[in-house]
């Protein structure tokens, strides 16, 4: 998986749908470079070979059991778009983020792909086009 934890480091994804995806969660953002810390939000990037539970232990939160009573989900949302899916987590009054970004590819793991498939609603936007 990749993390990108400031905005400088999103040139360094090469895929460029992903890219320019973070790239304008980033501009919503309405931070300036000098504004941002490392603390404040992070994409992970998922990549074959992750699991939900290689997510959790480098979020180190709870992105796929719930710590709720009622055993509600964590997350914001999820969202679908073409070919990636956005899970959102918002960890405090401050603003303060974790997105998970998972291809929608075969190669990804099968318990993710289900999680975002079950959980996903239709995206309020459509990504930028090439």
């Given amino acids: ?17 992903i890219r320019r995806y973070v790239e ?3 501009g919503e953002i309405q931070l300036d470079a000098d504004q941002w810390t490392n603390d404040f939000g992070q994409f992970f990037i ?3 070979g992750d699991s939900m539970g290689s997510l959790e232990e480098a979020a180190a939160w709870p992105l796929f059991q719930s710590h709720f009573t009622d055993n509600s989900p964590t997350f914001e949302w999820v969202e679908a778009y073409d070919g990636i899916y956005e899970i959102a987590y918002i960890l405090s009054d401050s603003g303060q983020f974790i997105v998970v970004v998972v291809p929608a590819d075969h190669r990804i793991d099968k318990a993710l792909l289900t999680f975002c498939q079950q959980h996903a609603t239709k995206p309020y936007s459509s990504p930028p086009q090439p």
């Avoid at 480091?9 to 090469?14: F, N, Q, R, T």
């Fill in 46 to 48: 998922v990549e074959p």
């Fill in 24 to 26: 304008r969660r980033i």
């Fill in 1 to 17: 998986m990749q993390r990108i934890s400031t905005p400088a480091e999103v040139s360094g994804l090469e895929d460029e749908a």
